[in-house]
């Protein structure tokens, strides 16, 4: 199959997000991120992704890696600034990326659409950008939103899935691949690096559900931090630099909002915030947890 190379925003320095003083660029491009590889593992894509960590000048490094590797997309997400209200996928020329972006731009005005969304998803060619001119592979750097327009970035974040879905049908589009939806899958999809059948798949699912709820916030409707120790003895010792076991949901603010990826591991905690239900970062910015979800071990 078709080898994908993802790669979230990774800014040196994170630009804020209106939605949360907690968010920024990086953290919720790699939520949307997060969202996308369940999709693309479904129907079948070999996916390579730049890691959380590797940000500012070390960009170079992914892009080497997308080009030893071999891919035949590489895809940036990004969000934008200046105030607007679109989507932008910008690509080096005119050439196969082009017309790739003309599938991405499809899927989703006819997501916006279905949202009740008239924002417009623009083509742009503007081949400065290095992960259009130095990737041997078709490129195509997406501007999913505008992260300092208030109402836009508020509705990114509570449809992060269903962008991801739109995405990935539009890439499936690329390559002539069928769409299959991870969440209703009747074969082995790929979880957490590990491949399961439709049974194990919806026990996961049931596990991990989120919820949203009013203000952009999100609760666990399936106990995701269940064994993980309980909120006794981890607070008491909880502070930046621990050393702590973690299973569960991250989140890209403090504040429970823009559900991400389900982890389970060993994690150093960056920043704590108190008073904040999420308030606990993890991994200088894998995502935001539950005091009480984490149990320190060091």
């Known amino acids: 199959m078709p080898k994908i190379y993802l790669s979230p925003a990774a800014h040196g320095t994170d630009n804020p997000c209106s939605y949360s003083a907690d968010c920024g660029e990086n953290i919720h491009c790699n939520a949307y ?43 940036v997400a990004h969000t934008n600034a ?125 596990a991990h559900a989120i919820a949203a709820e009013p203000g952009g916030s999100a609760a666990s409707s399936g106990g995701s931090g269940s064994g993980s120790g309980g909120s006794g003895s981890a607070a008491l010792t909880l502070k930046v630099g621990a050393r702590v076991q973690y299973s569960g949901r991250l989140y890209a603010t403090s504040t429970g909002g823009g559900a991400g990826a389900t982890v389970s591991g060993t994690y150093t905690v960056s920043r704590i915030l108190e008073g904040k239900s999420h308030g606990v970062l993890l991994d200088g910015g894998l995502g935001w947890v539950r005091a009480e979800d984490c149990v320190v071990v060091a």
């Open 33 to 75: 991120i997060d969202e996308l590889e369940p999709y693309l593992a479904a129907a079948g894509f070999d996916i390579r992704r730049n890691p959380k960590d590797r940000t500012g000048d070390r960009l170079r490094e992914a892009i080497a890696e997308s080009n030893a590797w071999g891919a035949d997309l590489h895809y």
């Open 82 to 206: 200046g105030g607007g209200s679109y989507s932008k996928l910008m690509v080096y020329d005119r050439g196969t990326a082009y017309g790739y972006a003309e599938q991405l731009a499809a899927a989703r005005r006819a997501y916006f659409a279905a949202e009740g969304q008239g924002w417009a998803v623009k083509i742009a060619v503007e081949p400065q950008w290095a992960e259009l001119s130095q990737t041997a592979a078709p490129a195509v750097y997406d501007e999913l939103v505008f992260h300092d327009n208030a109402e836009q970035i508020a509705w990114f974040h509570g449809h992060l899935r269903g962008l991801a879905a739109a995405a990935a049908k539009g890439i499936c589009a690329m390559f002539g691949a069928d769409f299959v939806d991870p969440y209703d899958a009747k074969g082995e999809v790929a979880i957490m690096g590990k491949m399961v059948n439709a049974e194990e798949l919806k026990a996961w699912i049931d």
